[in-house]
């Protein structure tokens, strides 16, 4: 017998489409593996939202959005202007899919849309760092208090179970030390000026043209984007209250063709990594351009490649990383947390 899984979806970047896309073609093996069969009700852009407590075709709206047109304009189920907001409160759902551009000055739209949700008693799936990053705790409590979940494991590092590693697979131990390779775009700049020996303005123009880079590349290559994932890492797997204020940034701006190879003459590589390191009762928190010996599995990722080790005190070492061009990989993570949220219940 399937179950069907009511869910609402803010926000249709490639994020959204992409999950739209992935449910087309995996649906009936969903169905048939799970026992459930995801039904969109709901859905938000920019230019407002669509609704259809039937459900609405998910290959329409992705069809739409790839030739740029809003969801607003479908016929018979849009609603221009309706807020992301306005269209979660109006929608009866199951599920919250929160994949709004990430905003790290308010978490605007998505923090308002996520509490909502909990408020009516949805299950929240994130791709969306923006809310996380600035209000975990309250967010963790509302969903407590709600006994709904909270999932978000699409949030570092794509498609890699970075959040699940650390939050489930290691339940009993001690984190001793965290690192990582959290962010894409300073992963291919940093390999490609090894590899191939380009400077970083050829490398960063190289990853503007391959869609990795935004044209202001400032979250990336100056490190934030990766403090961001590390403030989850520490709030959800290390259980520590982190802000960014926590967090020392150093970005890979000033990296020249000189330094690498002055790190390879002594046989070490360098990453853009972010680093939890206990320190007594608490944990020194750090992103930073860092020589890493050429044997440490995150010196050996590659440009398309993410990763991370966690250092315990009884499970040992343990590395993890992923291949992965474009944004698809962190749409099938959020697929991942849909299904686990029935899958584990």
């Known amino acids: 017998m399937t179950r069907d899984i009511r869910f609402t979806l803010v926000g249709l970047g490639n994020i959204g489409r992409n999950l739209l896309d992935i449910l087309v073609h995996r649906q009936e093996a969903i169905a048939r593996d799970y026992g459930l069969r995801f039904v969109l009700v709901g859905a938000a852009d920019s230019s407002g939202a ?3 407590p039937a459900g609405l075709d998910m290959a329409a709206i992705r069809d739409h959005k790839l030739v740029r047109r809003g969801v607003a304009t479908l016929p ?14 109006a929608v009866t759902a199951d599920v919250l899919v929160e994949a709004a551009p990430t905003n790290l000055q308010s978490g605007q739209p998505g923090l308002d849309c996520v509490r909502a ?13 923006g809310p996380l990053v600035l209000a975990f705790d309250d967010l963790m409590a509302q969903a407590r208090a709600a006994e709904r ?3 978000f494991s699409g949030t570092v590092a ?4 970075t959040v699940n590693i650390g939050v489930r697979d290691l339940a009993g131990s001690g984190v001793e030390r965290v690192e990582g390779i959290f962010n894409g775009t300073t992963n291919y700049i940093l390999t490609r000026m090894e590899a191939e020996g380009l400077s970083y303005a050829e490398a960063l123009q190289g990853a503007q043209a391959a869609g990795i880079a935004e044209a202001d590349p400032t979250l990336d290559v100056d490190g934030w984007d990766a403090a961001n994932k590390l403030i989850i890492i520490a709030n959800s797997v ?3 209250p982190t802000t960014l204020e926590d967090v020392t940034v150093e970005g890979i701006r000033a990296l020249t063709l000189d330094d690498l190879a002055a790190a390879r003459a002594g046989g070490k590589v360098i990453k853009l990594l972010a680093l939890a390191k206990r320190m007594g009762d608490d944990y020194a928190l750090s992103v930073r351009p860092t020589a890493l010996p050429k044997d440490h599995p995150m010196a050996r990722t590659g440009m398309w490649d993410m990763g991370v080790v966690y250092h315990t005190d009884y499970m040992g070492v343990i ?7 474009g944004p698809v990989a962190t749409s099938a993570a959020v697929l991942r947390d849909m299904i686990n ?3 584990a219940s």
């Open 50 to 52: 669509a609704l259809d």
């Open 76 to 89: 018979g189920v849009g609603r221009a202007g309706m807020s992301a907001l306005e269209m979660v409160r």
């Open 117 to 129: 949700a909990l408020d009516a008693g949805h299950h929240v799936v994130m791709a969306d760092k």
């Open 149 to 151: 979940r909270l999932a």
């Open 158 to 161: 794509g498609g890699l179970p």
């Open 238 to 240: 290390l259980r520590r």
């Open 319 to 325: 590395s993890a990383v992923i291949e992965a061009e």
């Open 341 to 343: 949220l029935y899958a």
